[in-house]
């Protein structure tokens, strides 16, 4: 379980450090930055899969993504003793990212290239604005210090510390790719593989279709299907495994939280495809996928990815509350919070009676963000109540 999550120098957060818990519900007004906090956890899942770099260049690049206010924010500019007001920049601008978990810690900082060269020097790189991994940590426990430090990369060089010495991994590190790239299978570097695929196992879901033409009303052919397709194109094999190696009593039970009288079934058509049915109190006949409404869809998807017979290390639904109708909210919290007494769940929501919901579990870490000076920051939050965390220098 992830205790800590950092970020720096991301879009509207400065800095932030969250403690997260079992459940942890992200909330606040329009504008206080819960969908760049959400896209920083996106990026760092991206460092396992090899695509860190292709997510910032498809959110405009690096330099946009930057923290666009001053390097500090004085004490005074806070109390509005003076105006908002930047300088000489002292130090390189990097976006920092990082977590600490039950075992292990990790950051990455990125940066721009520090000149417009090729690897001969000699021939100007077409590639120039390209983000560049500048550092990537490892280390033992839950907060950084030299003595934990476990893998260290620092520019295209990885080491591993060796009883009281460094080994070297790698020397000539291209510095697009990350150390899980590179040294992410070395047998002699089982840290780097253990951190990688628990990244790898974080699940996010926010693409789902419920639109005419979706995957999800669609008949599809069915294998067995443990966990769901992020745009649910498999919802109807997904249901089915839950009823057939799951937990079919819990599937039941969502179905008559959310539609009293009603009854799910999975209907078989020729050539192995499947389609969702739903049977509902006073209908002669039951609805097909293609004929269920929007939120109706959507519920059913939320269903299948909270019941998961193989639940991840870290599940993440943003606004998960979108086309549902508000009567349908309670039953989906508590489904939210059964589900995170298997894994650890993160939600972004704006949704009131969602909120209320999850508030009722002692399980909920609520995380309210807001807005001082075009900062991102959480609520009540003071320097005492952060977890402790630092950056590699």
Known sequence: MLHTLAVANYRSINRLILPLGRLNLITGANGSGKSNLYRALRLLAETAQGGVVNALA?????????????????????????????????????????????DFGYSIALGLPESNSGEDRTTPSAFALDPEIKRECIWAGASYRPASLLVDRAGAMVRMRE?????????????????????????????????????????????????????????????????????????????????????????????EDAFPGSRLRIDFQAGGRFVVELHQEGLLRPLGAAELSDGTLRYLLLVAALLTPRPPSLMVLNEPETSLHPDLLPALGRLIIAASRQTQVWVVSHASRLIATLRESPECNILELDKQLGQTCIRGQGMLDEPPWHWPD
């Not at 666009?68 to 920049?89: F, H, L």
């Not at 590179?182 to 089982?190: S, V, W």
Request: proline share 7%.
């Open 58 to 102: 498809r959110e405009g690049g690096l330099e946009s993504s930057f923290w666009a206010g001053p390097e500090k924010v004085s004490r005074r500019m806070r109390n509005g003793e003076v105006a908002v007001q930047g300088g000489p920049r002292q130090g390189a601008m990097r976006l920092r990212l990082g977590f600490a978990g039950d």
């Open 163 to 255: 009883g009281r010495s460094w080994e070297v991994l790698a020397q000539h590190v291209p510095n697009y790719d990350s150390l899980f790239d590179q040294i992410g299978n070395d047998p002699n570097c089982p840290e780097v593989f253990q951190l990688r695929e628990t990244i790898r196992r974080w699940r996010f879901y926010d693409h789902f279709r419920s639109d005419a033409d979706a995957p999800a009303r669609q008949p599809q052919l069915g294998t067995r299907t443990p966990v769901l397709h992020h745009d649910g194109r498999d919802l109807a094999a997904a249901l089915q495994t839950i009823r057939e190696i799951g937990d079919p009593a819990a599937l039941d039970a969502a179905i």
